[in-house]
Nanobody, 120 residues
Framework: QVQLVESGGGAVQTGDSLRLVCVASGRSFNTYALAWFRQAPGKEREFVAGISWSGTIATYGDFVKGRFTISRENAKNTVYLQMSSLHSEDTAVYYC?????????????WGQGTQVTVSS
């Protein structure tokens, strides 16, 4: 079992940066792949970024276009999402997820989400 708690969301303006943090509890954190997803009102949940258990492989949704960076600190059971050049389309609830499997993890554990609101 893995429990995930996100933080770092908030209300920002277009062009601003924000760092999301997800802290995990439970065993074997460093064996799990981690990811960030997001869901905007009226839209389906979409993949934002993922990182392998080792931290050596990171993947991103097409819309990221170099603006976001995912990273992890296994010693702190923490995964981060650094977001920059935010715009209104990035407004959503952002969720942290953990899962097993390589190269396509199945994300079985989810946090409660943190709201990101970007206004112009």
């Amino acid at each position: 079992q893995v429990q995930l708690v996100e933080s770092g969301g908030g209300a920002v303006q277009t062009g601003d940066s924000l760092r999301l943090v997800c802290v995990a509890s439970g065993r074997s954190f460093n064996t799990y792949a981690l990811a960030w997803f997001r869901q905007a009102p009226g839209k389906e949940r979409e993949f934002v970024a993922g990182i392998s258990w080792s931290g050596t492989i990171a993947t991103y949704g097409d819309f990221v276009k170099g603006r976001f960076t995912i990273s992890r600190e296994n010693a702190k059971n923490t995964v981060y999402l650094q977001m920059s050049s935010l715009h209104s389309e990035d407004t959503a609830v952002y969720y942290c997820a953990a899962g097993l499997g390589d190269p396509r993890p199945t994300y079985d554990y989810w946090g409660q989400g943190t709201q990101v609101t970007v206004s112009s």
